[in-house]
């Protein structure tokens, strides 16, 4: 854990800082977080291919839609299933 006032952790090979914002999404506040990670070169040119062929808008979007989607199938579907 980092001491400077902002969570830190490693997970998979990433190393991940997370600091808080709010921002205006869809019509409401909502939370985010920024956090920066370290990934592998070829994660990041797939991002950066997912957003040069217009599939999505950043890097930032990709990585929220694959996390949400993740969390969906890991998490949230098999919690609703107890």
Do not use: C, H, Q
Request: zero cysteines; a positive charge.
């Amino acid at each position: 854990m980092i001491n400077n006032g902002l969570n830190a952790f490693s997970f998979l090979n990433f190393y991940v800082t997370i600091n808080t914002t709010v921002i205006w999404m869809a019509g409401a506040i909502a939370r985010m977080r920024l956090i920066t990670v370290k990934m592998p070169e070829i994660y990041v040119e797939g991002l950066d291919e997912l957003v040069k062929i217009g599939r999505y808008s950043s890097r930032s979007e990709v990585i929220r839609v694959a996390i949400r989607d993740l969390l969906k199938k890991e998490l949230w579907v098999k919690e609703s299933e107890f």
